[in-house]
């Protein structure tokens, strides 16, 4: 393991990198773009996300493009989708749900039926926002 963590930290990166972050502190900004046809592309990163917050990392999952047609029809989907979305959803790990997309999509009224906030026009989030809060970012 040392001889991974030498590689990684050899230039340009400095040899205290990442400047002694506390790991306990981390945060984490989901940015899920998948279909429904690529259910594992879905249900893996609200299964890391839910493991994050699980070990005390602050998470924020956001459904954009592709991401929004999830909510038409939620319970149809594949079951292992359908528990990480409902673990996620349960956790609060959701943040907000692209309203321009949820909009083209036809899906804001069942996104609004699933309580989540439609956020911006557009696009949502706010990338350059939570990265300035410290967010790393997890396209999927």
Not at 15 to 26: G, I, K
Not at 30 to 55: M, V
Not at 90 to 119: M, N
């Amino acid at each position: 393991m040392e001889a991974a963590i030498d590689w990684i930290c050899s230039p340009p990166y400095p040899r205290n990198w990442p400047f002694n972050v506390d790991a306990s502190m981390a945060k984490h900004a989901f940015l899920l773009l998948s279909s429904p046809e690529t259910p594992g592309k879905f249900a893996n990163p609200l299964t890391y996300a839910r493991q994050l917050d699980e070990a005390g990392h602050q998470v924020a999952v956001y459904f954009d493009g592709a991401a929004t047609y999830w909510f038409d029809g939620i319970e149809d989907h594949p079951e292992p989708a359908v528990r990480a979305y409902e673990d996620a959803k349960e956790l609060g790990l959701i943040a907000g749900v692209c309203d321009h997309c949820a909009t083209f999509k036809g899906v804001a009224d069942a996104v609004e039926a699933e309580g989540f906030e439609i956020q911006g026009t557009e696009h949502a989030p706010d990338v350059a926002g939570l990265v300035d809060d410290g967010y790393e970012l997890h396209i999927v």
